[in-house]
Structure formats: structure tokens, C-alpha cells
């Protein structure tokens, strides 16, 4: 059974920094993107940062240069690290995966959600 346990998170004044990650367990198939996405009180979820198995990085707009995703393929684990935290950061993050299985179809996983707020 795959699973996608996240670590991190957490209280932080505006300006500071905090570190998530990821680690997909459970998966024989190949994983071919890993992101996170968060989703804020009253709002759609939407997508932060992914990063493609061949490296290949999408990344929001709105953290651009504040945000960095990293993927470790070997350890099926991916980071986010998180500088210059703004309020508006607050929200639920999750992590995210799309495996591909045996049968060639992809299937999708999301983690529990963990729980950024930025406030001073």
C-alpha cells in the first residue's frame, strides 16, 4: 500500500523559514512527479512546486524564488524548503505523487496534510 508520510511544518513568524518533506513508501512503480500543494481557509487547493523524475521543476509564481523543491529518486523523498515566509503562505500543505503501475496507469497519492501558518 502506498503511503506518503510528511514531516514538518508548523508556526513561524513572517520572514522565517521552515523545511517539509516527503517520503513515498509501499511503491514499486515508477514515480515520475512529486510536488507539493496547499490549500488556504476559503480557497482551491493549487500547486507549489513539483519536480519531474528527470529533474524537470514547475514551480508557482507566487514562491518563486522564495520556495525550492528538491527530489531524492533514490529515497523516493522530496523536500520543500520555504525562506521568506509571507502570511498568505498559510495554509495545508500536501505532498503529492503520480506512480505509475504495473498495468502502465497512473495513479495518484496525497499525503495527510500538514499544517503551515505564518503570523507574528
Known amino acids: 500500500q502506498v503511503q506518503l508520510l510528511e514531516y514538518g511544518g508548523g508556526l513561524v513568524q513572517p520572514g522565517g523559514s521552515l523545511r517539509l518533506s516527503c517520503a513515498v513508501s509501499g511503491s514499486g512503480g515508477e514515480i515520475y512527479v512529486m510536488g507539493w500543494y496547499r490549500q488556504a481557509p476559503g480557497k482551491e487547493r493549487e500547486l507549489v512546486a513539483a519536480?519531474?523524475?528527470?529533474?524537470?521543476?514547475n514551480i508557482a509564481e507566487s514562491v518563486k524564488g522564495r520556495f525550492a523543491i528538491s527530489r531524492d529518486n533514490a529515497r523516493n523523498t522530496v523536500d520543500l524548503q520555504m525562506n521568506s515566509l509571507k502570511a498568505e503562505d498559510t495554509a495545508v500543505y500536501y505532498c503529492?505523487?503520480?506512480?505509475?503501475?504495473?498495468?502502465?496507469?497512473?495513479?495518484?497519492?496525497w499525503g495527510q496534510g500538514t499544517q503551515v501558518t505564518v503570523s507574528s
Open positions: 503529492h505523487a503520480k506512480i505509475i503501475n504495473e498495468m502502465r496507469e497512473v495513479d495518484e497519492y
Open positions: 519536480q519531474m523524475k528527470s529533474g524537470a521543476r
